[in-house]
């Protein structure tokens, strides 16, 4: 199985601050990857796919990278509303996976 | 607009069963990937299995926590997905989440997600 490692798991941030979440891969998955963002009591939201593909309606202040075995997610300018648990997926080979987690607070 | 609608969901004893749906509206069920995505209280996501499309005859995928007790199904003339949850066991308690697959380069991904459905195995 992809083990997917993110980093950090918890991150203390103030409005404005640039914001990014690493994303590891146990091996090489290409672009396969997306990035989740879930909030308490919710269902997640598909931020990112195929690595660095902003879904419809995702503002512009996301963004991702990477190929191969690391990834990254970028928040530009952190909003009231981008406090949140955010994780990763692979959707490379079976089973599907996801990383741990990081869970996104105010400063 | 599209709506994915879980139920089903409820308290089991370990060793039983239940059977989750989701009712789907707003896109061609038929052309999409569906999962299901779970997550235990105060943890992380899992995903749970897929069916495949009819263009690939449904074909289905399993985490090997569940494969041989879960079994994923869906019902095109319904616009429906299951997920019938046999030999259940209290690590199987969860919120279970329908979740609709968007294609992209190879790759299916999770576009829109449920509400959700808890499941809570105890004796």
Known sequence: DIQLT?????LSASVGD????????????????AWYQQ??????????????TL???VPSRFSGSGSGTEFTLTISSLQPEDFATYYCQQVKSYPLTFGGGTKVEIK | EVQLVES????????GSLRLSCAASGFTFSDRYMDWVRQAP?????????????????ATEYAA????RFTVSRDDSKNSLYLQMNSLETEDTAVYYCTRGIYYSSGWYHDHWGQGTLVTVSS
Not at chain 1, 6 to 10: E, G, R, V
Not at chain 2, 8 to 15: E, I, K, R, S, W
Not at chain 2, 42 to 58: A, P
């Open chain 2, 8 to 15: 089903g969901g409820g308290l089991v004893q370990p060793g």
């Open chain 1, 55 to 57: 879904q419809s309606g």
């Open chain 2, 65 to 68: 926590s569940v494969k041989g």
């Open chain 2, 42 to 58: 105060g943890k992380g996501l899992e995903w749970v299995g897929r069916s495949r499309n009819k263009v690939n005859n449904y």
């Open chain 1, 18 to 33: 640039r914001v990014t979440i690493t994303c590891r891969a146990s091996q090489g998955i290409s672009s396969y990857l």
């Open chain 1, 39 to 52: 909030k308490p009591g919710k269902a997640p939201k598909l931020l990112i796919y195929a690595a660095s």
């Open chain 1, 6 to 10: 993110q980093s950090p798991s918890f």
